[in-house]
């Protein structure tokens, strides 16, 4: 890519996951000499987040503009060769500027975890995406990272050690502390009304393959679902499982990923994601109570009247988010269980420091942005819409088990 102004544009940096990323970039780019500019809609609050920033010397310039002013997208796009967005909703904020990056052939990364605008995206973009050479990378965040950077771990790991990849992996969340900030629950209000007024909205949901190529849309896995309510006894980790709430997303990520990356994991490869509790009777009073009242916490979002009371008096407004001592205390834990065309099981532990909901989902989005801008000759793919795994892959793994606190493990036989 020809010289631009600067390496990277951080859109969106007052909000509860913008005000973090910016923190961890000036830091970065800091180290790594690479010139960071900060963009949002309100000069004042970026003024205050840059004050608060560490003085790296990195960050040069604040723009100023709204994520539905083409214009003012179309120029800020064409001064730097990364941008990073965490303006969400992004099937409300985003469109615009995907469009700016992809017209102007400057790479970019995002937090969405919304599978109906991945989709729209794509359908709109790809083939202009392909032609400018824009590498665009949706879902860096904790969603979807963690479950498509391990699988391909786990894949790797078992072309390295059987020649062959695993037929199914499941990803059991075994561990996870945190909270979760406003745009999160933004996002989530936004897709409820979704649900009410488009008409794929449901039928994309369901669909495991939604976010594969077209002609590739099919495969042995069954339909995701809203409201999942299954409680299930899982023989590979002897314990009881209850529906992930972002399983669904994530495991679309991997399959495109498997997609795109020309079936790597094969085209018989299935997948799932769920949560874990323990065995016995206890493990599965936990599971059911966590599944009804994550049953009941749908109903209300799904009844306009409850919706309303919940955004009003429990849910985080934007800009709000956990607390400092919530974000560092926090952590998460993945168990990924492989199993070979015999029978064979290899299983990997992936962890992050820091409540998945911010710290380490601003971590790894940091880590994204800065590999699509200082790894730019190293990575393969040309232009078009990626996967964290498409895209970066070991890259990416190897900076964020650096610097976004990550760890990937092959756990050695007979042990959780
Ligand atoms: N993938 C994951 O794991 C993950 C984790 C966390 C969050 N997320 C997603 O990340 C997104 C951001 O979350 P958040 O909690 O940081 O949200 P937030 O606190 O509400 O921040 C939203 C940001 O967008 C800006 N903004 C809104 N409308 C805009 C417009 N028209 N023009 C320019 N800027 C505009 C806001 O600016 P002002 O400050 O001026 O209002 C703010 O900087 C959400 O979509 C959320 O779902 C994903």
Redesign the pocket.
């Known amino acids: 890519m020809a010289e631009r102004e600067f390496d990277i544009v951080l859109w ?7 005000r973090r990323t910016a923190h961890h970039l000036a830091r970065r780019c800091g180290e790594s000499g690479l010139r960071l500019a900060m963009g ?3 000069r004042d ?1 970026l003024e205050t987040v840059h004050d608060d920033l560490p003085d790296t010397g990195s960050t040069s310039a604040i723009l100023v ?4 002013d083409t214009a003012f997208l179309g120029t800020m796009a064409a001064r730097t060769r990364v941008v990073v967005s ?5 099937a409300l ?1 985003g469109s615009e500027l995907v469009a700016a990056c992809v017209e102007n052939g400057t790479h970019y990364c995002d ?3 919304e599978p109906q605008w991945m989709r729209a995206m794509i359908d709109l973009h790809q083939q202009r995406a392909r032609e400018t050479g824009a590498r665009i990378v949706h ?1 860096c ?3 979807s990272i963690p479950s498509d950077l391990g699988v391909q771990f786990l894949q790797d790991a078992a072309l390295a050690r059987y020649g062959k990849p695993c037929k199914r992996v499941t990803t059991r969340v075994t561990r996870m502390k945190g909270g ?5 629950a ?2 989530f209000l936004n897709a409820m009304r979704l649900r009410e007024t488009d008409p794929d909205f449901d039928r994309l949901s369901k669909d495991p393959y939604a976010l594969c190529p077209e002609g590739e849309r099919q495969g042995p896995d069954g339909p995701d679902r809203m409201m999942p309510v299954e409680v299930t006894w899982d023989p590979d980790l002897q314990a009881w499982t209850k529906p992930y709430f972002m399983g669904p997303m994530n495991s679309k990520v991997v399959r495109r990923s498997n997609a795109i990356m020309e079936y790597p994991y094969g085209r018989d490869f299935r997948y799932q994601e769920t949560a874990l509790t323990r065995s016995g009777i206890g493990g599965w009073g936990a599971a059911m109570r966590s599944t009804i009242f994550g049953r009941l916490f749908l109903i209300a979002m799904a009844i306009p009247t409850t919706r309303g009371l919940l955004q009003r008096y429990v849910l985080p407004k ?4 956990p607390s400092k001592e919530v974000r560092e205390s926090g952590s998460y834990e993945l168990v990924q269980v492989g199993e070979m065309p015999d029978g064979t099981i290899l299983k990997a532990r992936i962890t992050g420091q820091g409540d ?3 710290r380490s ?1 601003t971590l790894m989005l940091t880590e994204a942005a800065l590999c699509l801008a200082e790894d730019e000759g190293n990575i393969t793919v040309g232009g078009g819409f990626w996967t964290p795994a498409a895209a970066m892959g070991t890259l990416l793994r190897d900076r964020i088990t650096e610097h976004a606190g990550m760890s990937f493990e092959l756990i050695p036989d007979n042990q959780v």
């Open positions: 969106g940096a007052t909000g509860a996951t913008g949002g809609r309100n609050k503009g709204d994520s539905h965490t303006v969400g909703p992004f904020h937090l969405t975890a879902a965040g904790h969603d979760f900030s406003g745009g999160t933004a996002s934007s800009g709000e988010g998945p909901g911010v989902t």
